[in-house]
């Protein structure tokens, strides 16, 4: 995204629009993933370690649902979106978490590139 950005042929508005729904469609996919899908965690496949979903129930434990604004962290942020499917998070809720927290993440980076 940077790289585009500074390449100056793709406007800023649709680069952070893009960024924001695919990262946001990312932490769709990891809800789902905690919802339907929990049973098939330790294959190989699976996408959350079990010392990271341990780490973000902590954090869900500790902060509540707003813990979200935090998916965008390398690490924790797939984790966190996991455990919000696993504790059946209301899914509205979850992607105003979610939107916010990643929309705020790209906006940032795109005002700091010159």
Request: aromatic share 12%; proline share 6%; glycine share 8%.
């Amino acid at each position: 995204m940077v790289a585009a950005a500074l390449h100056g042929e793709t406007s800023r508005v649709a680069l952070f629009m893009a960024a924001t729904a695919g990262n946001v469609l990312g932490a769709v996919v990891n809800f789902v993933l905690g919802r339907f899908l929990i049973r098939f965690e330790g294959r190989r496949w699976f996408p959350i370690s079990p010392a990271a979903r341990q780490k973000a129930e902590t954090l869900f434990a500790r902060y509540g649902q707003p813990v979200l604004l935090l998916s965008w962290l390398p690490i924790v942020g797939d984790p966190l979106t996991l455990v919000a499917g696993l504790l059946r998070m209301p899914f509205a809720l979850f992607l105003v978490f979610v939107m916010i927290g990643k929309a705020l993440r790209y906006g940032v980076v795109l005002w700091l590139t010159p």
